[in-house]
């Protein structure tokens, strides 16, 4: 009688999490950023077994669930962060990173006690990096001072969701929503 390695089941695990994204690109890659260098089985099972698949299920649209589930899994810092990014302009590329985390800054929203004593922007651009690593942010350039940086459509619509009466948003014609 043989135990099946954790290695085995979190590849089974993965498989079902993959068809629960619908197979779509953007889904699978967020939440494989979550779950990377996760080896709880209990971590994996959480997000499969997640009621989260069930409430957004209308239609074909399974990305949204799993974003959702992504946006969950974050540490709090970050999910104050992305709840300021409804202020970047849907369908707009070359965002630059000094203006968002200058937001951030006056958000109140970083904090250097946390992280040596280190200069604000420097935790931002800490903070941006993690979420750039989560694939909340795509098409990223280094510049030498920053990075410039746009945003999916869904993962906007996300973001937009989750910060519901948090912000004011103003959409690319300037219109205040």
């Known amino acids: 009688q043989g135990v099946e390695p954790r290695g085995s089941r979190l590849v089974e695990i993965g498989k079902d999490i993959v068809r629960k994204c619908g197979g779509v690109p953007l889904a699978v890659k967020t939440l494989g950023c979550q779950l990377y260098s996760k080896t709880d089985e209990r971590q994996w099972k959480l997000i499969r077994d997640s009621e989260i698949w069930e409430l957004e299920r209308e239609g074909d ?42 937001h951030w800054m006056a958000h109140g929203i970083l904090e250097s006690r946390d992280h040596g004593n280190m200069q604000l922007e420097d935790v931002g651009e800490l903070y941006f990096k993690e979420l750039w690593e989560r694939s909340f942010f795509q098409n990223v350039k280094d510049c030498t001072f920053c990075y410039t940086f746009d945003m999916h459509d869904l993962i906007h619509d996300l973001v937009q969701s989750v910060a519901q009466g948090e912000s004011l948003t103003v959409d690319s014609a300037g219109t205040k929503g």
Request: glycine share 0%; hydrophobic share 35%.
């Open 61 to 102: 649209d399974h990305i949204l669930p799993a974003l959702r589930l992504s946006y969950t899994q974050l540490p709090s810092h970050l999910k104050q962060c992305l709840a300021c990014c409804p202020i970047l302009p849907k369908n707009y590329t070359d965002f630059d990173s000094r203006e968002l985390i200058s």
